[in-house]
């Protein structure tokens, strides 16, 4: 195998990975929204802790097909175990309800998009784990009701 089957292969095992930890995590905590809320962005933040900056500029110098990859398998997890997590949330008064959870997910997914890759996270010297973070910052503080943000 060459260098780019091994970091698709390094990528998908992340991945899986990922899907694994938001699996659990929505599972293990199905009526506590501030519980699995905390777990989710442990996990995500763990998850995205192990990606190094020289791998993050080898993959948008080297590799910019392969991320798109990562970019695909990254949207269908975030609407998958997220998406069902805001709906959730709307039910539970944890997420308002005046905003279709559906269009929280497709904000979020377009904030993922234009600011998780490579380029950009070389353009603005962050590591994907800081610029996760904030995404989430904004997204959920704008989409918890007062209830959701007393976590």
């Known amino acids: 195998p060459g260098k780019f089957d091994l970091l698709e292969a ?44 020289p791998f993050v500029r080898d993959m948008r110098q080297k590799a910019p ?7 695909r398998r990254r949207a269908a997890l975030i609407q998958r175990y997220i998406g069902k997590f805001f709906v959730q949330g709307q039910r539970t008064g944890m997420v308002r309800k005046d905003v279709p ?12 998009q234009a600011i998780m890759n490579p380029p950009k996270m070389e353009e603005l010297g962050m590591m994907p784990k800081e ?16 209830k959701g943000r007393k976590m």
Do not use: C, Q, W, Y
């Open 10 to 53: 390094v990528l998908a095992d992340k991945l899986t990975g990922v899907e694994m930890t938001l699996r659990e995590v929505t599972r293990a905590h199905p009526n506590d929204f501030s519980a699995t809320l905390r777990e989710l962005l442990a996990g995500t933040r763990r998850e995205l802790d192990e990606i190094k900056p």
């Open 131 to 146: 610029g996760f973070t904030g995404i989430l910052k904004i997204v959920l503080e704008g989409a918890l009701t007062p």
């Open 65 to 71: 097909e392969v991320f798109k990859l990562v970019e």
């Open 101 to 112: 959870a559906n269009l929280i997910i497709e904000i979020l997914l377009a904030m993922v």
